[in-house]
């Protein structure tokens, strides 16, 4: 069992930082090859933002390369995303994921994730 819980969104003019927080609670002796941020607008299909694989380094969309940083302990469940120089086209509800396997190069790909925590709003205004 995978429980994701998600934190820090909030509202915030353009220009703007947020810090969003993901908390995993799995059980003891189990991991997850990959965790990652999506976000899903309003009319559009569930994008994702940035994905960390197990032992490489984070991967990010283009859309926020340079301005989004995510964090996560190695032994640790908790996984991080700042969010710099928002723009209101990030606003979306974001949520954290988890998935038990699957190759790096689909680290941002929802269909391969099975944990997905409720999402938290973030909204951005110009």
């Known amino acids: 069992q995978v429980r994701l819980e998600e934190s820090g969104g909030g509202s915030v003019q353009a220009g703007g930082s947020l810090r969003l927080t993901c908390v995993m609670t799995?059980?003891?002796?189990?991991?997850?090859?990959?965790m990652a941020w999506f976000r899903q607008a309003p009319g559009k299909e569930r994008e994702g933002v940035a994905a960390?694989?197990?032992?490489?380094?984070?991967v990010y969309s283009d859309s926020v390369k340079g301005r989004f940083e995510l964090d996560k302990e190695n032994d640790e469940d908790v996984m991080y995303l700042q969010m710099n120089n928002l723009k209101p086209e990030d606003t979306a509800v974001y949520y954290c994921?988890?998935?038990?396997?699957?190759?790096?190069?689909?680290?941002?790909?929802?269909?391969?994730?099975?944990?997905w925590g409720q999402g938290t709003q973030v909204t951005v205004s110009s």
């Open positions: 994921a988890a998935r038990d396997d699957g190759p790096w190069y689909t680290a941002l790909s929802a269909a391969t994730y099975e944990h």
């Open positions: 799995r059980m003891p002796g189990t991991y997850s090859k990959s």
């Open positions: 960390n694989y197990i032992g490489t380094s984070s």
